[in-house]
């Protein structure tokens, strides 16, 4: 890792501005679809009325169309993004704290959701681990976050101060879970990238030979299926 972890107030200061600068803008394009395969995969799992924790909600959308699912509960570092998520979405319950140092309540949930979370947390290992405590024997973890083989090969701009950016593998994601969880699906989503290898695969010459033969869906699902989706999506389940 080697990243030196800004502190939590600065961590803090970093979220209120990001959410606060993008309240309007949620859910964009790519939030909705990663939204949309979340609730898939709930709906999939899910028993009647299931008990929903949302770690690190953001504004809180999602957490109001999981309250569509059963009782959820949201929570995000920023307190002014959960002061207006409560007057915004009053299906939903949220509360502001830190994760990390929160005391939720022990295998009470039957669902924890983890929506681009784990790679922006000082402390990865102990995240999972919060989230392995909150889930019933058997519970579900749906897990996003950003796919380090793509994102890798993306030019972004330097992360800017108080935003920390852990990105992890397929396979370092897979070690991370392994003691709590048996993971049951693992896919990607959202074909991007430009450079190295991905320059070639996402190309417009190669899609638009490819789009002769079957649709830019398909395309864009395979594309995902073999790992160049920008966001890993990830069902597991609480070892009993």
């Known amino acids: 890792m080697g990243q030196q972890s800004p502190s939590l107030t600065e961590q803090q200061g970093y979220w209120d501005r990001r959410w606060e600068e993008s309240r309007g803008q949620y859910p964009h394009q790519w939030a909705r679809r990663r939204g949309d395969a979340i609730l898939k995969l709930v709906r999939a799992v899910s028993q009647s009325r299931p008990r929903i924790l949302d770690l690190g909600c953001g504004t809180g959308w999602l957490t109001e169309e999981l309250a569509s699912l059963g009782e959820a509960v949201g929570i995000e570092l920023s307190e002014r993004t959960v002061e207006l998520a409560r007057l915004q979405y009053p299906r939903a319950t949220f509360m502001a704290g830190d994760v990390l140092e929160m005391p939720l309540p022990v295998a009470s949930f039957d669902v924890v959701v983890s929506q681009e979370v784990v790679a922006h947390v000082s402390d990865q290992v ?95 699902m395979w594309k995902g299926r073999a790992g160049f989706g920008w966001t890993r999506i990830v069902l597991a389940r609480k070892r009993v």
């Open 126 to 220: 102990a995240y999972i681990d919060v989230a392995a405590r909150a889930l019933a024997p058997g519970g579900y973890l749906v897990l996003t976050t950003a796919n380090k083989f793509v994102n890798d090969r993306i030019a972004w701009p330097p992360s800017p101060p108080g935003h920390i950016e852990r990105w992890l593998s397929a396979s370092g994601l897979a070690r991370l879970l392994r003691p709590h969880f048996k993971i049951l699906s693992s896919t990607t989503i959202e074909p991007l990238g430009h450079c190295g290898v991905l320059r070639a695969i996402n190309s417009h010459k190669l899609s638009r030979l490819i789009t002769r033969v079957v649709d830019a869906e398909t395309l864009s």
